[in-house]
């Protein structure tokens, strides 16, 4: 097993790294800007170190600093977390020559899966259904065109090397198809510096159901059931619930087994998830692969019983799964919020600020994790992510009730937060049914 | 005399109006005269941890909590001395390589350009400048020590 | 020594102002003189539910703020009037049966022994006195109203 | 189903009983004294009503208050809670005459179990093991001293209305038992207004093992497993855990069995609790019954994932169990450690303040059942209870390891709490083993 390990993060998930470690018996350096000074979790890490101010370039994404900072705390390994470096190959790489271990996947696989037009390749080959679309990136306008209308419209128009919605086009026809290739291109130069574009069938308000999966380092691979994150808004998950409640049995075992095939497909290794569209006749398409730990993995433990970041770094340490697929079973229903420190009066822009009314919710059935507490100020330098609230009841009413009158008992001010909306959520009469949809936010808010 | 025992009285009074009303700031001006009281606001931020955390075993303490300005230097607690702080993470050496001299000692003049040090980061030998000009007082780092982001290396009695 | 007197004396009355009327800040300048008074934020006890929570839907209110006492009057706000509370919880009534006049009305002296109002609490008929002297100037709860400990029944101008 | 429900309690489990009402949409009424005036819990009922000073006797224990209180705000129901008025039998009879509905057992197993003389016959005619002792009270030292030669030293005196320890003498041969009886009766006059007495063997380093059981209206009864309430302090619970970890399943199912005899036996309708004694040779004898639900109910909660405070109410509102024995299962290992505003560096004497630092833990597997938060001020009127950490994981080692990293993060200052002592018992070599006893604190400690 692995003996220190740096967290190469903060807030929450550097929180819940190190309560994973001090679990089991192993020592933890956490690293730190000058904004995340006062942060009481740094004083649950058996060292903690500045690594610089609090502009995330000169902290938690200056690799250099980093890796300093691993090579002079004598650590064996590094946990990303999620977001800055998480999915960073070439900070993989770099820990890889350095010979500090990366709490993730191969290098190999993160650069696979990395390209969305490869692990679409992926997935063929493992039988898996894709959206379709092109076979790779749209060399012209007259392309996109041929194929768009090969396959019908809607279509949507991707970038490569995209993410969070920016280089994306939904287009209906011809005519505005042109105008959405030129600039769907502009904007993922602009973004991504990386100008290249795909195109897909654009499925009809799908669900998005992604399914987490972890392998060891033997080829084991086993699925830990799915997600269902289809509470989105402006592509930014708010709400997510395990399992997907409109998934017939014999379907839920069909999406596992296919996210596993492009998992060992990969040759991949350490937790990933599987995301997919189900459309509404819960067929489903893959979309893409997250190489690393995500935001909603508590929805997982919650009904599965399992620590997916002690499973993380168990793999990391060379240790087998030990398990089979039939071991892990799921129980009840989990629901997590994403409490942002963002007005949703004002477009869910961010509102930093300090704290200084904070009363968590508590009681059977809720978990939360936050760094946040009475007198912690939300720094505008990073993002606006201050706590999870997770429910897990035997079922999805009832999870549904323990949530709202969790949310209820949540206060945090004066900054604004997105607690409201998501209890209007909860509340509304389509999401109580589980009629939901990737545009449902946007529809009914 | 009498009446800077006054003051001293009357401050006094104060505090105990701060303290018993729960007031975090008082400031009066009289003309020329001008008196400011500032309490601490009571926040959990920046209070050390409670006794029961440290007497708990296997609580892990922090290590180098000295507060971190960026590359540029400041006043000294109260000695009116400036402080070279380190811009990176590393490894501190005194000298360009264990059989030198080291770069500056105590009594060393230094100019803003003048190196006063290696830091050792991801097997780069980083050369650190002063920044400041003065005379070393002390170095505040070991040599072979690992050095977080604004730690202090140096104190510096200004020109 | 006296401006001395005058400025503590000043800041206490001040300090009170602020208390009633929850001030956190007060600053007064008189030509060259100036005072600022700062009290901690208000913690989240006793403030009124956050925007958040009221705008929240299905968010429970709670009944009766009005700060109680125990059967002790008080001084009403700033009004110098005192006040006649209620020691128990039950219903209020005004009179002994619903046919007969109102024990008291605006306007109504009382003394300490005075039978002001009837609350009923598990079916017996708890006769409530004044505890006070003056002239009563308003009830504060309606016939048949439900009132819990501390509530306040009625205002009285002291003789 | 009952609509609106007095929480005739305060502080944790007032917020217990108001968050089942809530998630069962019933509407609450919470009483306060004017100590407990801007508990922010209050605001999570529908209505709160202020019942009297910070004294109990005018407030949380004044019958014709609450009683008063819940006929101006018309509630079908109150909900007594632990402690306070929670076992008196007149209160519960007065509710009834009142046409309130009183959430536990009916007044005639209140009184009959409430009587340790009468429970000690109603578990023997249920064939259920009791202490070999006196068969009621003891009439004079004369009597004592007979029964006590006949059954062997050492023999414990304990007071028949008793309780906390008051009243208790254990003995270990005739010249002490003189002084004993005599010192035990003037003890028990002086706590309790009743100097009756009985005599019992004294089980010598037992385990405090206690059955919880819910019996519905109809006459049907189902226990939901045992915990382990043997780390006390001066017969106050410090540490409880579910299961016993040295029962053998046979040994739990016997156990159990006989918690449902005798439950069957007394006629009992509610949530109840069957505490027993378990010897060295896991030989169990009946102590008492507590006829109200128990501050360390969430450990049963997190091992079986019933809600115990929503089934009183169901039962109380006439609904059956509707469920069969074999349908309540247990899962892992609970553990609850009850943190009191005590100084254990001071005789374990209560620390009321002002709570200046407040940092709860949270993560998976973390549950926290408190009203304290930062600003709390822990008043000296009431008891010195102030959150209940409970852990919930697979195996008993993870439970620990979960226990110590919660009660680590776990931060409240400046005032003492019992944290300091419950990270020492958890980490103490003895309970990690599970070779514990109600006197293992004080030998140890």
Redesign the interface.
């Known amino acids: 097993m692995l003996s220190r390990i740096l967290v190469a993060n903060r807030g929450e998930i550097a ?2 790294i190190i ?1 994973a470690c ?4 192993i020592e ?1 350096v956490a690293v730190y800007s ?1 904004a995340d ?2 942060a ?1 979790y ?12 609090a502009d995330c370039d000169q ?1 938690y994404l200056n690799i ?2 980093i ?3 691993a ?3 004598n650590v064996d390994a590094i946990h990303p977390g999620y977001g800055f470096l998480a999915e960073n190959t070439n900070f993989a790489e770099i820990c890889r020559d ?1 010979g500090i271990g990366f709490i993730g996947p191969t290098v190999e696989a993160m650069r696979l899966l990395g390209d969305k037009v490869e692990a679409r390749k992926i997935a063929q080959k493992a039988k898996v259904p894709i959206v379709p679309g092109s076979e790779g990136v749209l060399a012209n306008e007259a392309e996109a065109m041929k194929i768009a209308n090969q396959i019908g419209y809607p279509v949507i128009i991707k970038a490569v090397a995209g993410g969070g919605g920016r280089g994306m086009r939904v287009v209906h026809n011809d005519v505005s198809l042109r105008a959405a290739f030129n600039a769907a291109k502009t904007e993922a130069e602009a973004a991504f510096g990386d100008g290249s574009v795909y195109l897909e069938k654009f499925i009809v308000e799908p669900r998005h159901v992604e399914v987490q999966v972890i392998a060891d380092q033997e080829g084991n691979a086993l699925h830990f059931f799915e997600r269902d994150c289809s509470i989105q808004r402006r592509h930014q998950k708010m709400i997510e619930e395990s399992p997907c409640p409109v998934l017939l049995e014999k379907d839920r075992q069909r999406l596992c087994e296919a996210a596993l095939r492009v998992i060992k497909e990969a040759k991949y290794v350490n937790a990933g998830t599987v995301e997919f569209l189900l459309d509404k006749d819960n067929k489903f398409y893959f979309i893409e692969v997250n190489t690393r730990i995500q935001v909603e993995h ?1 929805v997982t ?2 009904v599965t ?1 399992h ?1 997916l970041i002690k499973w993380q770094i168990r793999i990391a340490s060379g240790e087998p799964l030990g398990m089979r697929q039939k071991d892990i079973t799921h ?2 229903v989990a629901i997590e919020c994403r409490i942002n420190a963002e007005d949703p009066a004002n477009n869910f822009s961010p509102n930093p600020g300090t704290i ?5 919710p ?9 760094h946040a ?5 939300v720094s505008p330098h990073y993002d606006s992510l201050i706590a999870k609230l997770i429910v897990h009841q ?1 079922t999805r009413p ?1 999870a549904i ?2 949530m ?2 969790a ?3 949540f ?4 900054i ?2 997105t ?2 909306a998501c ?2 959520i909860l ?1 509304h009469n389509l999401f109580v049914k589980g009629k939901i949809d990737t545009g449902f936010v946007e529809r009914n808010f | 005399m009498a009446e800077k025992d006054a003051d001293v009285q009357k401050i006094k009074e104060l505090i105990e109006i701060m303290k018993e009303n729960d007031l975090v700031k008082i400031d009066i001006r009289h003309g020329e005269d001008y008196v400011s009281l500032q309490r601490a606001q009571p926040q959990l931020l920046g209070t050390p941890m409670g006794p029961m955390l440290a007497s708990a075993p296997g609580v892990p303490v922090m290590v180098a909590q000295t507060p971190a300005g960026g590359r540029a230097t400041g006043q000294g607690k109260g000695e009116g001395l400036l402080e070279v702080r380190s811009p990176i993470v590393g490894t501190f050496y005194e000298a360009p390589s264990p059989d030198s001299q080291p770069y500056v000692e105590a009594g060393s003049h230094v100019d803003p350009q003048t190196v006063v040090c290696i830091i050792e980061a991801m097997k780069v030998m980083n050369e650190i400048k002063a920044e400041v000009s003065g005379t070393v007082v002390e170095r505040t780092a070991a040599n072979g020590q690992a050095v977080e982001y604004g730690q202090v290396l140096f104190r510096v009695r200004p020109d």
Chains 1, 4 share one sequence.
């Open positions: 929180l819940r309560r001090h679990e089991l018996g933890t000058e000074r006062n009481p740094l004083r649950l890490a058996d060292e903690a170190i500045c690594i610089g101010p902290s250099p600093r890796i300093s900072a090579e002079i705390t350095c508590p433990e919650m019983g620590d129980h009840g200084t009314e904070y009363l968590a508590g009681g059977p059935g809720v978990r939360v994790d936050t507490h009475q007198g912690w100020t035997k009832e009730a323990t709202r009158r949310l209820e008992e206060t945090i001010g004066p604004k937060t607690i409201p209890l209007a509340s």
